[in-house]
């Protein structure tokens, strides 16, 4: 790639955060999976590159989703990563938007 010679190395990517987060991407959809809450996110990355419509919960999108979610495990398998993608006692999700702080523009 650094010399021109191929446009990519991979068609998807695995990325990971601790034990709060999994996810995997290809060139237009992305699955965040966060585990300790039984949260699933999916965005198409082509129509929403900011990531602010989650549509892993419309069911038209239920084969991108699982198609996903099998994409990530086979990632999950070849990185060694054993990190469970749910839980049976998941936290509960909260977020408390007092604490944002805005973000100052020039």
Do not use: C
């Amino acid at each position: 790639m650094l010399t021109g010679q191929q446009d990519k190395v991979r068609d998807s990517l695995f990325t990971a955060y601790r034990t709060i987060q999994r996810a995997v991407r290809d060139d237009r959809w992305k699955l965040i999976v966060y585990p300790q809450v039984n949260k699933v996110q999916r965005f198409d990355l082509k129509s929403d590159p900011g990531e602010t419509r989650d549509l892993a919960d419309e069911p038209a999108h239920a084969g991108q989703v699982e198609r996903l979610f099998t994409l990530l495990k086979e990632w999950q398998r070849q990185a060694g990563d054993i990190q469970p993608l749910r839980t049976d006692k998941p936290e509960r999700l909260e977020f408390d938007f007092s604490k944002v702080q805005p973000v100052k523009r020039p």
